[in-house]
């Protein structure tokens, strides 16, 4: 195996403590992943990123870094891309998925705030994220309050910039915006040295939009009756996409695209057939939160799509092919500003997109999942359920933290769930 | 007990396994990329994990390819705990 501990080492990491997150992956992954039966070939390029979680790309980092260039590190799809890949810079999303951190985030935290806040700052305290030590600067956005104060706290431990998004989507609130996009082509140019011009944006729209539709293409294949991929093996893969080398990941996803089709044509299923279609619509589940995902899938159910940010609201929608910056920059608004947060109010477009979804993949119920204390995604169930009961379709409430405490609870909820769509369908 | 046996091929670095994954696959010898399980090392990377009745197969692979290094071969029981 290669050895790693020298980077580590370099990045300034708990070399001891990382050791104990470590030594838990390969049976958590194992029973999750590896576990299931009939996986297309092609997630073994997926297993081997998992493997290398915090190897092999991490020393990919480390190489760019040694030849001057820059890391951006993210929590959030609203931060653009597009203009970090335009100067020549890499983009990366941090840890924030396992309850490994939670400890270390409640140092400094209030208890009562989400699992995933508490976590992304306990893995930058705990010095056992390569991701966080690699990343020249942080950026955040203010989506919520807990993360906008977090800012300030993990501000103390290393360079932070805030992207301040708007919480409404009119004329003026677009504005706002492209001024916020245009403060941080700013930003990214001084960091990097390197100027974004028209060229490099245009090849950067380019690539980015590339990774959202392959992205797209292999969504496509869950809205089969034959159902070619497990939802935990996908929301894998979306997970995988915000950290991974965008080329390689690209290619990769096209060969695995072509393996799900050619199942599709042979009629090779994963799932029982008549198996309860699940749309999960909710917060967002970074690396190792497969918890959700896990449990449908073994009471009963099929994941056939995502409804969060961890899903279709981060590679649904192209930034529009556009001729000079500034248009180029107003196209990455656009984009960015179509995502349906809960973080905006109002948020009509969310409920419209639930039913539209519910519709394209087929599925039979939604289950709406939140995180603990994400209060815009709690609250917008009210309104979420009145549209869904309207319409007839099938939804529960979960919310979760990463503990492993609720699972028995979760799973007699989603059995009794399942039960009933299929009772009914 | 009585869990299913693996066999886990164990190398010094990625490029070793990717190379041996480019001939098992081209071989269309059935084998799944792995995190190294933690009873065979401590070091975090990949493994190659087939069905013990391959072994004397890769084995042979491994005599006639002697640039892909590996660090051992080992059949053992897949451990699950059972998190869920």
């Given at each position: 195996?290669?050895?790693?501990?020298?980077?580590?080492?370099?990045?300034?990491?708990?070399?001891?403590k990382?050791?104990?997150?470590?030594?838990v992956?390969?049976?958590?992954?194992?029973?999750?992943y590896?576990?299931?039966?009939?996986?297309?070939?092609?997630?073994?390029?997926?297993?081997?990123?998992?493997?290398?979680?915090?190897?092999?790309?991490?020393?990919?980092?480390?190489?760019?870094?040694?030849?001057?260039?820059?890391?951006?590190?993210?929590?959030?799809?609203?931060?653009?891309?597009e203009?970090?890949?335009?100067?020549?810079?890499?983009?990366?999303?941090?840890?924030?998925?396992?309850?490994?951190?939670?400890?270390?985030?409640?140092?400094?935290?209030?208890?009562?705030?989400?699992?995933?806040?508490?976590?992304?700052?306990?893995?930058?305290?705990?010095?056992t994220?390569?991701?966080?030590?690699?990343?020249?600067?942080?950026?955040?956005?203010?989506?919520?309050?807990?993360?906008?104060?977090a800012?300030?706290?993990?501000?103390?431990?290393?360079?932070?910039?805030?992207?301040?998004l708007?919480?409404?989507?009119?004329?003026?609130?677009?504005?706002?915006?492209i001024?916020?996009?245009?403060?941080f082509?700013?930003?990214?140019?001084?960091?990097t040295?390197?100027?974004?011009?028209?060229?490099?944006?245009?090849?950067?729209i380019?690539?980015?939009?590339?990774?959202?539709?392959?992205?797209?293409?292999?969504?496509?294949?869950?809205?089969?009756?034959?159902?070619?991929?497990?939802?935990?093996?996908?929301?894998?893969?979306?997970?995988?996409?915000?950290?991974?080398?965008?080329?390689?990941?690209?290619?990769?996803?096209?060969?695995?695209?072509?393996?799900?089709?050619?199942?599709?044509e042979?009629?090779?299923?994963?799932?029982?057939?008549?198996?309860?279609?699940?749309?999960?619509?909710?917060?967002?589940?970074?690396?190792?939160?497969?918890?959700?995902?896990?449990?449908?899938?073994?009471?009963?159910?099929?994941?056939?799509?995502e409804?969060?940010?961890?899903?279709?609201?981060?590679?649904?929608?192209?930034?529009?092919?556009?001729?000079?910056?500034?248009?180029?920059?107003?196209?990455?608004?656009?984009?960015?500003?179509?995502?349906?947060?809960?973080?905006?109010?109002?948020n009509?477009?969310?409920?419209?997109?639930?039913?539209?979804?519910?519709?394209?993949?087929?599925?039979?119920?939604?289950?709406?999942?939140?995180?603990?204390?994400?209060?815009?995604?709690?609250?917008?169930?009210?309104?979420?359920?009145?549209a869904?009961?309207?319409?007839?379709?099938?939804?529960?409430?979960?919310?979760?933290?990463?503990?492993?405490?609720?699972?028995?609870?979760?799973?007699?909820?989603?059995?009794?769930?399942f039960?009933?769509?299929?009772?009914?369908? | 007990?009585?869990?299913?046996?693996?066999?886990?091929?164990?190398?010094?670095?990625?490029?070793?396994?990717?190379?041996?994954?480019?001939?098992?696959?081209?071989?269309?010898?059935?084998?799944?990329?792995?995190?190294?399980?933690?009873?065979?090392?401590?070091?975090c990377?990949?493994?190659?994990?087939?069905?013990?009745?391959?072994?004397?197969?890769?084995?042979?692979?491994?005599?006639?390819?002697?640039?892909?290094?590996?660090?051992?071969?080992?059949?053992?029981?897949?451990?699950?705990?059972?998190?869920?």
């Amino acid at each position: 195996m290669a050895d790693y501990r020298k980077l580590w080492e370099s990045l300034g990491m708990d070399l001891e403590k990382h050791d104990q997150l470590c030594a838990v992956l390969p049976e958590f992954y194992g029973d999750i992943y590896l576990s299931q039966e009939n996986r297309p070939a092609g997630m073994n390029y997926y297993n081997f990123v998992v493997s290398e979680i915090h190897g092999l790309r991490v020393q990919e980092l480390a190489e760019h870094r040694k030849k001057g260039g820059k890391v951006f590190g993210s929590f959030c799809i609203f931060v653009p891309d597009e203009l970090i890949v335009a100067a020549d810079a890499i983009g990366v999303g941090l840890c924030g998925g396992s309850d490994f951190w939670i400890p270390d985030g409640e140092k400094v935290l209030p208890r009562n705030i989400c699992p995933l806040i508490k976590a992304s700052v306990g893995a930058k305290l705990s010095g056992t994220c390569p991701y966080f030590q690699s990343a020249d600067i942080l950026v955040g956005e203010t989506t919520c309050d807990g993360k906008k104060k977090a800012w300030e706290i993990l501000g103390e431990y290393t360079p932070v910039h805030v992207m301040d998004l708007p919480q409404m989507k009119r004329e003026k609130d677009k504005v706002h915006w492209i001024d916020e996009l245009k403060i941080f082509k700013d930003l990214v140019e001084k960091m990097t040295g390197n100027e974004i011009t028209e060229e490099k944006l245009k090849e950067a729209i380019k690539l980015i939009n590339e990774k959202r539709r392959v992205l797209q293409r292999l969504y496509n294949t869950r809205k089969n009756k034959t159902l070619p991929i497990s939802g935990k093996d996908a929301l894998l893969i979306t997970q995988i996409a915000f950290y991974d080398d965008p080329k390689r990941f690209i290619e990769k996803t096209s060969e695995l695209c072509e393996e799900l089709e050619d199942r599709i044509e042979k009629g090779v299923s994963v799932f029982e057939p008549d198996t309860p279609r699940i749309l999960v619509t909710g917060t967002p589940m970074a690396i190792p939160n497969w918890k959700l995902h896990h449990i449908i899938e073994t009471s009963g159910g099929a994941v056939v799509c995502e409804e969060t940010c961890t899903g279709i609201r981060y590679f649904e929608n192209l930034v529009k092919e556009a001729e000079n910056i500034d248009e180029q920059i107003k196209a990455i608004a656009d984009r960015y500003l179509s995502i349906n947060c809960a973080c905006f109010t109002p948020n009509e477009g969310r409920i419209e997109d639930i039913i539209r979804l519910y519709k394209e993949y087929k599925a039979d119920g939604v289950v709406y999942y939140s995180l603990p204390f994400c209060h815009t995604y709690a609250v917008e169930y009210k309104k979420v359920k009145e549209a869904l009961d309207k319409e007839g379709i099938p939804v529960i409430m979960i919310e979760s933290d990463y503990s492993l405490q609720d699972v028995g609870q979760i799973k007699t909820r989603l059995e009794a769930f399942f039960e009933m769509i299929k009772i009914s369908k | 007990m009585g869990g299913q046996l693996n066999c886990y091929i164990l190398f010094p670095s990625h490029t070793d396994g990717l190379a041996l994954e480019k001939i098992l696959k081209s071989e269309k010898i059935k084998y799944t990329i792995v995190p190294t399980p933690r009873e065979l090392s401590k070091s975090c990377g990949i493994t190659i994990m087939i069905n013990p009745d391959y072994e004397e197969m890769v084995r042979k692979i491994l005599n006639i390819n002697p640039e892909i290094k590996v660090n051992g071969i080992y059949t053992i029981e897949r451990k699950r705990r059972g998190w869920f």
